[in-house]
């Protein structure tokens, strides 16, 4: 995950209610512009600080891939001199209910400014820049000034593609109701992705539970961020008691390739103590389909 900011004087609102943000490909001189390429890096779940009038008016969470779109035309009026050869990149925005005056917090926020690609200046001012990156520490400082409830942007990022994803598949004509039936239900670790996944790994690797009463089917890699066959790959999950599951889906457990269990710099000691955190039953090695999984895990794991 994570943390972007867009300056959106002109066309903030057009955003706002459309769902998106867009940008060209390039600059009107036909130069690269590393503000509009960042348009292709946002994934969904991100978190964008969207800033007009001074002020931090709204949190935008990524819904979807980015996507080549020609200019909106509602955004024709707001900016003439853009190009129409652009990107689209989906998002559900969120005002917030007090806009942050930024200047006003430039003591705090300006010792966080990157050097080069900054998204606003040392005043306050927004830099000629669209779709910047946010240093975490900096993000860690806003998200605190607009007194957001960690938990609940948390879900939110979960939900917002979630949601996407589920419209996409409903409405997606080449996909027969029993496909549709069967991609929404593995969303939740039902029907032919449990069955799969129980063909594979008929137990918890932690606990060494194999009543599937009590067992949750959890993807490896995240059902908002799968393709279609990943989404029922039985190879792309695991058997996992709920508390397990639970650390596993927020990357604060992995496992290596042997089947051994690692911890998340960010997993709290006491947790770890208080749940008894240590393999019940003997490492096994994945299959090599899992392990492909297992290392986009890991890697989230290590950047937490």
Partial sequence: MAYWWVN???TFEASAKGGFLWSPKKKTDGHRSAFYENMTLARPGDVIFAFADKQIRALAIVSGAHAEMARPESFKTADSDWNNDGWMVPVQYQLVEVPLEVRNHMDLLGQHLPYKYA??????????A????VPE???????NLLKTDREELRQWQEDVPVSSAIRSIQNDATLSTTQKKQL???????????????????MCRVTGTTNPNFLIASHIKRWSESDNRERLDGNNGL????HIDRLFDRWLISFTDDGVMIFSEALPDGIRAEWALEQ?????????EQMRYLSEHR?????R
Avoid: H, T, W
């Fill in 119 to 128: 998204p606003i200046k040392p005043s306050g001012k927004a830099n000629e």
């Fill in 239 to 242: 058997m996992l008691a709920p």
């Fill in 299 to 303: 890697e989230r794991l290590i950047g």
């Fill in 280 to 288: 019940k039953i003997a490492p096994k090695p994945f299959n090599a």
């Fill in 8 to 10: 959106q004087k002109k």
């Fill in 184 to 202: 929404i239900n593995a969303r939740v670790g039902q029907g032919k992705f449990r069955s799969n996944v129980r063909d594979i790994e008929p």
């Fill in 137 to 143: 520490g900096m993000a860690d400082d806003l998200l």
């Fill in 130 to 133: 669209y779709l910047c990156p």
